[in-house]
C-alpha cells in the first residue's frame, strides 16, 4: 500500500516561494536571481573573477552594452523593436572621430553632434514606424545597414584614430577618465541606468510607455499621445546608441565601423533576460541593464577560464532559452 | 414622412394617471420622454441633429437627443445600427460630421477623448475594457490622469490612497496595488467604472458592459449601474441583453439603421416589445402594452389603496 510522503512544500507553496524568491514576470528580482547564478558560478569557474580588478575592468567593458540595452529597454517594454543600435553606436562613433580628427573640432563639440545624431536619426526612424506605419523589425533594419553604410564612408573603411605626435586627445570632454579608482564610464552608465529607471517608475511618461507596452488601445483611450511616445521611444534608443558609440570611442582611443558588431542582439537579449517580454508592457531598465550585465560576465568568464570567445554565443544562447521559459511563465498566486 | 416625424416619444405618467400620447410624432426635436423619472429641467447633454458618414455609409442619421442629470438611458439597436458610432460621437473618439452638442444649455464641440472627458465629464467604458493588465490597479484609474508633484513626479502614495477610497465606495475587495491581469473580468469591470466615479464624471457611457463577465456576475454589475445613478451620475448604458435595459434603464433610446426610432419610458415594457421596436415596428403597439401595463398597475394599487 502507497504511503503518502510529507514534502515539506507542495503545489500552491511552491508557487508562493517562487513568487518570493524571483517575484512576478517583469519584476526585477529574475534578472537578480539570473546575476546571482551567473555571480556564483563564475567565482566557481575561476577564483579571479571575484577580484576589484576584473569586476571594475568589467562594469567597464559591460558599460556600452548596459546603455544600450538601457536604450532597447523603452522601445521593447512598448512592443517594438530597435535592431539598428549597432550600427547607431559604430556610426556615431566614427562620426564623432571623425569632427574630432579630421575636422579639428573640439572633444566636447563633437561628443554633443555625434548625439544629435542619434536623436535625429532615432526620431525618423520613429516617424517611419508611427506615420507611415511600417514595422519596427522593417525600419531598424534599414538602419542596421543604413547606417553601417554611413560609418563605413568615414574614412573609407578604416578606423579613426588620432595620429602618432597629434595633439588631439580622444577623450571627448575627459569621459574616458577615472573618478576614484573607476573608469568615468561605469559612473556614466550607472547615470544612465538610475535616470532611466527614475523616468519609468516616477513619472507619469514612465506609466505610459508601459501602458502603451500593454495596450495601446488603452493608451489612445484615456488622450495618451501614443505616436509621439514612441518616437520618443526612438530617440532616446538612438541617443543612448550614440552615446555608446562615443564611450567605446573614447575607451578605445579609435573607433572601427564594426566597433558595434553584434550588440543589437546582446542589447536585445539583455532586455529579455532583464524581464521584459518582447510584447512588452511590464518589466524595468534596472533589469535589461542587469541583463546586459550578465552578457558581460559570460564574456568575462569565457576570458578567465581561457576559452574561445566563440563558446560565447553558446552560452548566451542558453541563459536566453532560460530567460524565454521564465518570461513565458505565468505570473504566480496571489 | 419627415426626419423629425420619424423620431417618436411614447408619453406614460410616471405613477399613476391616465397615460397620455398613444404612439405620437415628437413634437420637440429633444427625442427625450419627460416625466420618468422626475428631475426634468435642463438636459446635461443635448443631441442636436448630429450624422456621422464612413464614405457612402450613413452611420448615424441625424440623432437628436437628451441625456438628462441622474438616469438610466439604454440605447438599443441591431448590429450596425449605429450605437457604438454614436458613442464614439460622445467620446470624441470620432467627430461628428453634422449637427451640434449642448452641455447643460451651452453649445459645445467635441474634438477629442480629452475634451470629451474633462470638460464634458464623459467616461466611456468599452466594450473590450481598456485597460492595462500589465498595470495595477491605482495604475489603471489614473491612466492619463497622473496625480503630480512638482508637475512632472507622479504622486503615487496619494493615488493608491484616492484608489482605495474608490474601490472602498464601489464595495469593492480589489486592491490599489493588484495587477490588473490577475483580476476576475467583473473585478476589471468594477476598475473601469472606478475611474468615472474616480474623476467625477458626470455622464458615464458603457458599451455591451455584460458581454464579457459570467452571468452569475451581470447582477453585480447592474447593481454598479444603480449605484452611479445613485451618485447622481447618468449612464447611457448599450446592452443586446435587453432583460438588462429593462432591469436598469429609465428610458430607451432605439436606434434603427443610424436614424433614432425612438425614445420610451421604462415602464410595462418587456423584450418582446424592445425587440419590435428594434426592427423598426410601430411604437403604438407597444404604447398599447404600456397603456396595459399602466392600467394594470393603476388596478392593483387602486385596489390596494382602496
Known amino acids: 500500500m502507497a504511503t503518502a510522503v510529507a514534502l515539506p512544500l507542495q503545489g500552491r507553496e511552491w508557487r508562493r516561494f517562487g513568487r518570493l524568491l524571483v517575484g512576478n514576470p517583469g519584476s526585477v528580482r529574475r534578472p537578480l536571481a539570473f546575476l546571482v547564478v551567473a555571480v556564483i558560478a563564475s567565482t566557481i569557474a575561476s577564483s579571479s573573477f571575484l577580484t576589484l580588478g576584473n569586476l571594475k575592468s568589467l562594469l567597464t567593458s559591460s558599460s556600452f552594452l548596459i546603455v544600450l540595452a538601457c536604450g532597447e529597454a523603452f522601445v521593447v517594454l512598448m512592443g517594438m523593436i530597435d535592431l539598428g543600435v549597432e550600427s547607431m553606436l559604430s556610426c556615431a562613433g566614427m562620426l564623432a572621430a571623425w569632427l574630432l580628427v579630421f575636422e579639428g573640432l573640439p572633444g566636447w563639440l563633437s561628443f554633443l553632434c555625434a548625439m544629435v545624431f542619434g536623436a535625429v536619426v532615432g526620431s525618423l526612424v520613429g516617424m517611419i514606424v508611427t506615420r507611415v506605419r511600417v514595422p519596427s523589425f522593417v525600419v531598424t533594419l534599414g538602419t542596421y545597414w543604413g547606417l553601417l553604410g554611413i560609418a563605413l564612408l568615414f574614412n573609407g573603411g578604416n578606423y579613426i584614430a588620432p595620429s602618432e605626435g597629434s595633439h588631439v586627445v580622444f577623450t571627448f570632454g575627459g569621459i574616458a577618465g577615472t573618478s576614484f579608482g573607476v573608469s568615468n564610464l561605469v559612473f556614466m552608465m550607472l547615470g544612465v541606468v538610475v535616470a532611466a529607471q527614475l523616468v519609468l517608475s516616477y513619472t507619469p511618461v514612465g506609466l505610459w510607455v508601459r501602458a502603451v507596452g500593454s495596450n495601446e488601445q488603452a493608451g489612445k483611450a484615456v488622450g495618451i499621445p501614443t505616436r509621439n511616445l514612441k518616437v520618443t521611444a526612438f530617440v532616446v534608443s538612438g ?27 546582446q542589447a536585445i537579449a539583455g532586455v529579455i533576460l532583464g524581464g521584459v517580454p518582447f510584447m512588452g508592457g511590464r518589466g524595468t531598465v534596472v533589469g535589461a541593464a542587469i541583463g546586459a550585465l550578465v552578457i558581460g560576465i559570460i564574456n568575462d568568464v569565457i576570458v578567465l577560464v581561457g576559452l574561445s570567445s566563440n563558446y560565447e554565443y553558446i552560452f548566451v544562447a542558453a541563459v536566453l532559452v532560460l530567460a524565454g521559459l521564465q518570461a513565458r511563465g505565468g505570473e504566480f498566486v496571489k | 414622412m419627415s426626419e423629425q416625424a420619424q423620431t417618436t416619444q411614447i408619453q406614460v405618467p410616471a405613477s399613476g394617471g391616465t397615460p397620455t400620447g398613444k404612439g405620437l410624432p415628437s413634437e420637440a426635436l429633444s427625442g427625450g420622454a419627460p416625466g420618468a423619472t422626475g428631475q426634468r429641467d435642463v438636459p446635461l447633454l443635448s443631441v442636436r441633429g448630429v450624422s456621422k458618414y464612413f464614405g457612402p455609409v450613413t452611420a448615424v442619421d441625424n440623432v437628436d437627443l437628451d441625456i438628462y442629470p441622474q438616469e438610466v ?47 464634458l465629464r464623459i467616461e466611456m467604458i468599452y466594450q473590450q475594457l481598456q485597460l492595462a493588465r500589465d498595470l495595477t490597479v491605482w495604475e489603471n484609474l489614473f491612466l492619463g490622469e497622473e496625480l503630480r508633484l512638482w508637475g512632472f513626479v507622479m504622486d503615487r502614495r496619494t493615488m493608491r490612497k484616492q484608489a482605495a477610497s474608490v474601490l472602498e465606495r464601489l464595495h469593492s475587495k480589489v486592491r ?4 490588473l491581469g490577475s483580476l476576475s473580468g467583473g473585478e476589471q469591470q468594477v476598475v473601469a467604472i472606478g475611474r468615472a466615479v474616480l474623476f467625477e464624471r458626470d455622464i458615464i ?27 447622481g451620475k447618468s449612464v447611457i448604458l448599450v446592452s443586446h441583453r435587453l432583460e438588462d435595459i429593462l432591469a436598469v434603464a429609465d428610458r430607451v433610446a432605439v436606434l434603427v439603421l443610424g436614424k433614432l426610432h425612438c425614445v420610451v419610458p421604462n415602464k410595462g415594457l418587456s423584450v418582446a416589445s424592445l425587440v419590435h421596436l428594434m426592427f423598426g415596428g410601430s411604437t403604438e403597439a407597444v404604447a398599447d402594452e404600456q397603456l396595459l401595463a399602466a392600467a394594470r398597475w393603476q388596478a392593483r394599487h387602486g385596489a390596494e389603496g382602496g
Do not use: C, H
Open chain 2, 176 to 179: 490599489p496595488n493588484d495587477l
Open chain 2, 73 to 119: 438611458l439604454g440605447l438599443i439597436g441591431d448590429n450596425g445600427a449605429g450605437k457604438s458610432t454614436f458613442l464614439s460621437l460622445l467620446t470624441g473618439y470620432n467627430r461628428a460630421d453634422q449637427g451640434s452638442f449642448l452641455y447643460k444649455g451651452t453649445p459645445v464641440t467635441i474634438t477629442s477623448p480629452r475634451e470629451s472627458r474633462n470638460k
Open chain 1, 239 to 265: 541617443s543612448l546608441a550614440a552615446l555608446a558609440g562615443v564611450m567605446i570611442a573614447a575607451w578605445q582611443v579609435s573607433i572601427y565601423p564594426t566597433s558595434g558588431s553584434g550588440m543589437s542582439l
Open chain 2, 205 to 231: 457611457l458603457m458599451d455591451e458592459p455584460t458581454a464579457a463577465i459570467s452571468a452569475a456576475k451581470v447582477e453585480d454589475l447592474l447593481a454598479l449601474v444603480r449605484e452611479l445613478k445613485a451618485l
